[in-house]
């Protein structure tokens, strides 16, 4: 430091000394780095954007400040007059979306791996990453030794004025602000002895650290840095806003409660009465005027001593500890070395192992915007500085209440600390639906049983060579490894792996969660695979479950006589009365086309159709009615004959051939089934070459669905494959057929299960909008005639990965990413903020019907609430809440669903949702890997152009390796097709702008839509008028030969 610059010299606050020490004995720990990025869109102007930093460090003598503590009695700090900030800039406009967000974590890592010198200032860097033709990234790094968080958003507020004036060529002046050397000053001038006696009052008898009780003891070897990991949970948006109702007519703050209910829980798990943690107050003395606009560290971290009578009433007991704060509003300066020797601990031993933070900032930078920057600021994100505990919970609230807890994992299990964040939700949603219980009550919904245990160190663990951690298992965690193993068809698979990582998704979770029951006989919520991903945390739950004793209520399905009228599921009996109301519809036709390459054997191929049919009754089953009512009969097994159809002749071109094939899978698609005479299954096979055919099957929906034609498939080629080698096949029995979970299913909802769920569904679609006004080109006919096609896209493979990237950041699916999008669109078109879109599910739950072919998928109604103008961030949590909830209770019929709520009948509208979301194609997906069981024979999918929909507009997406491909479904009775491939390019707008700014808001991404359409309406009205120009030009110069002819 040269003496000259330096303008001034004074101690260190006491928390400036602790974060002094405890950087210096981890240098290269990244321990109270801060670092925060934004998204900036707009006219950059990047030389504004400089001057307007260096105008921000001349203006506070804190970020001018270097600290100097070799050869000093006590520490100092040092303000230099002049200090020069670099923006580092660099241009990423030629990576991928993919590839920026990885450079920007990479850039992350290395600048906190760099740190700072922190004798020589500006203790913060600045980097500016353009990464569009209008967009960048800035990123803002510094230690937090020299502010706090509240000082973030005040800065940032006024980079925003300076760049402002700035980028119009403006001089601005704003207000001095109180340097931080007047706060020093002032702490010189308080009563210690007044602070010891506060704190030796609240500290009486205090002797022993409240445990957590699932951690092990603290490391002492400092070689063994700590390994930081988080995990997230927030409460849903209608409870906090129940909640925040609550603590204010109590005369509350929000942050009393989330420290009570902290307090509550760290009774339970340690099993005390009187439990001490600590919490972060905002140290700013409210008798020092001009503090909260001054730039500092003034945050401080102190004890909260909390006592817990069990008998005593809730709200009297929120009030005393609100009333501690209250007090300690003017303590809270102490010095925190000084408030443990008030104490009766030992030196050694911590006043507390977990710190609570709740995050109230004065102004929310996403918030800062303003029509004259002519730019705009959003995806404000903040990677807070690592603290020196073990366990800290940070509590935040905007329109949903968010808990984040950053742990040790050295000393932490990830599933025990899902645990807590579930019991810390637990306590809270009791609180709503039951404001006037008792401590008593409360503690009481933590049952002793479900408190995670105490868990020793955890050691190094052998490693295989391909790097999989061989930890010890519990035997509930060797079990479901085993379920994950044959499910995912992956080895060495690790107890922190995610399962949708893995490639899971909903259908496979069905089957987990199928086979779970069966080992456990426990009920496991499909939700639970959601929001515990890992072998480690969902088996920490399944134990809590198991001690709990929380038994299924289990109605096994077994086979029925046959002797007896066998009666309709309830979604076949839709089914059958739609058809009686529109004989001939072929609406509900499930056909599929396999292309055959290679040497086929037709007469085996003949015999293990009929091995499957003799397999399946249901492909037996014809649908007949007795005294009125609708009853399944099985017919006998009986020769099967595959049609036959050759086009090899009539010197057909191999376009021609095509062409007459995909026409005959058309009509073949779109012939009727007569429900009573049967059979429900037709087959075949079109000869196009000498090794080329194309094989059709067709089933009613009645007796199928996509699951049942994989299962078909599959079964078939197994059977082919060894007939065709005159080798037989004897595949494992079926242990019930779908006629017995037709007689299972009537008897099951019977049960306390049907009132449960149809009460959820009842209160989930109360009030629901009966249809979705979206514009259609043409005028709905008077009579449905479900004539449809598709339009086809596909999204490209850095956009697909960018998507699962942002799915996993944000705890979602890439289905629910994409429902939302969705949504986002149809919102788009109908200005409706109640949306509700029809869904389906497998809804095979149970191990025996896995394997079955028939009609199990069930319709779930997805009601997305899209008001209060959410983020997209926001929308995403909401539609995990909705999806969550519908898979929760799949086990209601739609049609029964439909008649319990009594909906007026309308065939021009399909009862509660009139659109359509899938995601995965299972039975294309299926055909792609049967390729190596038929060593002389190649399966390929044979597209035909789909021309019966029975949703006004469907979008079907699934994933491939080469990216998500999609396809809109559409009547075209209403749609033209322009107006559906417009949606298609604006889905993808929406998604890449949702990936852009994850917190971008839906009014942003509507008006981003609109300047979209305009921009290509632009386009395209100067493309034509090129056109004409050019056709113009081309007929005058044709006049201008013709003249000299």
């Known amino acids: 430091m040269n003496k000259k610059n330096i303008e001034a010299i004074y101690p260190l606050s006491p928390t400036q000394q602790g974060m002094l020490f405890e950087t210096l004995f981890a240098p290269n720990s990244g321990i109270h780095l801060e670092q925060s990025t934004f998204t900036l869109q707009g006219e950059v102007n990047v030389s504004a954007c400089e001057q307007a930093w260096q105008r921000i460090i001349a203006r506070h003598s804190v970020l001018r400040t270097g600290f100097v503590w070799k050869e000093q009695e006590q520490p100092l700090q040092v303000v230099l007059r002049q200090v020069a900030v670099p923006l580092e800039q660099q241009d990423w406009r030629e990576y991928s979306l993919l590839e920026q967000q990885a450079q920007l974590q990479a850039y992350l890592q290395s600048n906190r791996d760099r740190g700072f010198n922190l004798f020589q200032p500006p203790l913060m860097h600045l980097a500016l990453f353009q990464t569009g033709d209008r967009t960048y990234q800035l990123v803002w790094t510094s230690h937090h030794i020299l502010m706090d968080g509240w000082c973030n958003p005040l800065l940032f507020q006024e980079f925003l004025s300076f760049y402002q004036a700035l980028s119009q060529g403006q001089d601005l002046h704003l207000k001095p602000v109180r340097p931080y050397k007047d706060y020093i000053a002032w702490l010189k001038q308080q009563d210690e002895l007044q602070v010891q006696e506060f704190w030796q009052k609240n500290l009486k008898n205090f002797t022993k650290t409240t445990p957590l009780g699932i951690t092990a003891e603290p490391l002492t070897n400092s070689a063994n840095k700590a390994k930081y990991d988080e995990q997230k949970i927030y409460l849903d948006a209608t409870s906090t806003t129940v909640i925040k109702s609550l603590v204010k007519s109590h005369r509350l703050t929000l942050n009393t409660l989330v420290q009570g209910i902290w307090a509550l829980l760290l009774c339970r798990y340690s099993n005390k ?19 909260e606009s001054a730039i500092g560290l003034f945050i401080n971290t102190l004890p909260l001593r909390v006592k817990i009578d069990p008998q005593e009433k809730l709200w009297y007991w929120f009030n005393n500890i609100q009333n501690f704060n209250l007090e300690l509003r003017q303590y809270e300066h102490s010095n925190a070395g000084q408030v443990h020797q008030c104490s009766e601990l ?8 977990s710190l609570l933070v709740f995050e109230n900032y004065p102004v929310d930078i996403n918030a800062l915007q303003s029509a004259e920057l002519k730019i ?11 603290t020196k505990y073990a366990l800290t919970l940070i509590a935040s609230v905007e329109s949903e209440l968010h808990l984040k807890c950053v742990y040790d994992r050295r000393r932490f299990d990830s599933a025990d600390v899902g645990q807590i964040l579930e019991h810390f939700l637990t306590l809270l949603n009791r609180i709503v639906s039951n404001p006037e219980a008792t401590l008593q009550t409360l503690l009481a919904q933590i049952p002793l049983a479900q408190i995670p245990r105490v868990r020793p160190l955890q050691k190094s663990a052998p490693v295989t060579e391909n790097q999989v951690v061989q930890t010890q298992r519990t035997p509930v965690e060797e079990v479901l490894a085993g379920i994950w193993t044959e499910i995912l068809g992956r080895e060495c698979i690790g107890n922190h792996d995610n399962f949708f990582d893995l490639g899971g998704h909903s259908l496979l979770a069905t089957q987990v969660i199928s086979r779970l029951r069966d080992a456990f006989g426990v009920e496991i919520p499909l939700s639970y695979l959601f929001e515990s991903p890992t072998i480690a945390e969902c088996a920490q739950r399944i ?12 109605l096994p399905i077994k086979p029925v006589s046959r002797s007896k009228n066998l009666p309709l599921s309830f979604a076949q009996q839709r089914l059958w009365l739609l058809d009686q109301l529109d004989p001939g519809n072929h609406t509900y036709n499930i056909p599929t086309a396999v292309r055959l390459t290679g040497s086929l054997n037709i007469t085996a191929l003949e015999q293990s159709l009929k091995a499957v049919v003799s397999r399946h009754e249901t492909l037996r089953t014809v649908f007949t009615t007795v005294e009125g009512q609708p009853v399944q009969k099985i017919q006998p097994i009986t020769e099967i004959t595959i049609a036959r159809v050759d086009l090899r002749g009539n010197e057909r071109s191999p376009q021609q051939r095509e062409t007459e094939a995909t026409h005959i899978a058309l009509a073949e698609a779109q012939s009727p089934f007569n429900l009573a005479q049967g059979p429900l299954l037709r ?49 494992p029995d079926l242990p019930i057929q779908y006629a017995d979970f037709s007689v299972w299913q009537r008897e099951w909802l019977r049960l306390k299960v049907l009132e449960t769920q149809l009460n959820y569904w009842k209160q989930q679609l109360k009030d629901a909008p009966i249809k979705l006004e979206l514009p259609i080109d043409r005028p709905r006919p008077l009579q449905p005639t479900y004539t449809g096609t598709t339009q086809s896209f596909q999204l490209s493979k850095d956009l697909s990965d960018a998507l699962k990237l942002l799915s996993r950041r944000e705890d979602v699916t890439l289905s629910m990413t994409m429902l939302a999008a969705y949504n986002t669109l149809l919102y788009y078109y109908t200005k409706q903020e109640d949306i509700l879109v029809g869904s389906a599910i497998a809804n095979r739950n149970r191990s025996e019907i896995e394997g079955l072919i028939g009609f199990f998928v069930n319709s779930l109604v997805l009601r997305t609430d899209l008001s209060v103008n959410p983020s997209f961030s926001q929308l995403l949590h909401r539609t995990r809440e909705v999806t969550l909830g519908a898979y929760a209770h799949q086990d209601l019929p739609f049609e029964r669903l439909v008649g319990e709520l009594q909906l007026e009948r309308d065939l021009n509208y399909n009862p509660l949702f009139q659109v359509w979301f899938a995601f995965q194609n299972v039975a294309t997906a299926d055909i792609q890997k049967l390729t190596v069981s038929l060593p002389d024979l190649t399966l390929s999918p044979f597209d035909t152009n789909k021309q019966r929909v029975p949703f006004d507009l469907g979008l079907l997406l699934s994933e491939q390796a080469e990216g998500i491909n999609g396809c809109f479904e559409y009547k075209t009775d209403l749609f033209e097709s322009s107006t559906i491939v ?31 359409d305009y921009q290509k309406q632009l386009n395209q009205e100067k493309e034509y008028k090129n056109t004409v120009r050019q056709k113009l030009m081309n007929i005058k110069q044709k006049s201008n030969i013709s003249s000299k002819l």
């Open 346 to 353: 030992p030196g050694h031993l911590p006043l507390y192992e």
């Open 376 to 386: 705009n600021i959003s995806d404000s994100r903040s990677i807070g500085a690592q």
């Open 982 to 1012: 417009r949606m298609a390019e604006q889905l993808e707008t929406l998604l890449q702008c949702a990936i852009a700014q994850p917190d971008i808001q839906l009014s942003q991404l509507v008006e981003k839509l609109k300047e979209s």
């Open 683 to 731: 087959a075949t096979l079109l000869q196009l070459d000498e090794a080329e055919y194309v094989l059709l099957l067709t089933m009613h929906h009645i007796i199928s669905d996509l699951w049942s034609m994989t299962i078909l498939i599959r079964e078939l080629a197994d059977f082919y494959a060894a007939f065709s080698q005159g080798k037989s096949l004897t595949l």
């Open 273 to 291: 009465d009187d439990v001490v943690f600590g919490i972060t107050v905002s140290g700013r003395p409210a008798n020092l005027p001009g503090i």
């Open 543 to 554: 134990e809590t479950k198991i001690r709990t004793g929380e038994k299924l209520e289990t």
